[in-house]
């Protein structure tokens, strides 16, 4: 029985280096993407919070 194209894969290097380098842009998109979620978009302004919430207006 004569291999198909899939047979092949394991042994050739173009295909491992393709894979490889697939899998390294989604792992570091995936870190991109959870360090974004994780820090806050805005800064809070200290000043204006500590205005808005006193007790002398």
Not at 30 to 36: G, K, Q, Y
Not at 49 to 52: I, Q, V
Not at 54 to 57: K, L
């Given at each position: 029985m004569d291999g198909?194209?899939?047979s092949h894969v394991?042994?050739?290097g173009t295909w491992i280096t393709l894979l490889t380098t697939i899998g390294a842009i989604?792992?570091?998109g995936?870190?991109?993407?959870?360090?974004?979620q994780r820090t806050p978009r805005?800064?809070?302004d200290v000043a204006r919070?500590?205005?808005?919430s006193?007790?002398?207006?």
């Open positions: 198909t194209w899939l394991p042994m050739d989604g792992a570091v995936t870190i991109a993407s959870l360090l974004r805005i800064r809070i919070a500590a205005r808005g006193s007790p002398a207006r």
